[in-house]
Nanobody, 121 residues
């Protein structure tokens, strides 16, 4: 499977962005698409995911509601909406494919190239 992430950019604090991840190639409806981010010097952090079989997003226990995941199976696309962005949200945002619902990056076997989000104060 190939994943293409897009939608990042440079924004001011308080702004919103919507990131997209389009999947192509070998794909089954039991797959999960997950969103992660990685800031310099930090580990990759799970933000939210969507399992095609269930159709409902899932989030880590730290979820505050500022980021939301949605998808369109017909378009093989998952979105990550980022609201009220802050400088500490600056990172490279990645989408990945897992064969089951997971929040652990090492269980994801395919990754998009990442899209940079930079938030200025």
């Amino acid at each position: 499977v190939q994943l293409q992430a897009s939608g990042g950019g440079l924004v001011q604090a308080g702004a919103s962005l919507t990131l997209s991840c389009v999947a192509s190639g070998s794909w089954v409806n039991t797959n999960t698409l997950g969103w992660f981010r990685q800031a310099p010097g930090k580990e990759r952090e799970f933000l939210g995911g969507l399992s095609w079989s269930g159709g409902l997003p899932y989030y880590p226990s730290s979820w505050t509601g500022r980021f939301t995941v949605s998808g369109d199976a017909a378009k093989n696309t998952v979105w990550l909406q980022l609201h009220n962005l802050q400088p500490e949200d600056t990172a490279v945002y990645y989408c990945g494919r897992s064969k089951g619902a997971s929040m652990i990056s090492r269980t994801y076997d395919s990754w998009g190239q990442g899209t940079q989000v930079t938030v200025s104060s």
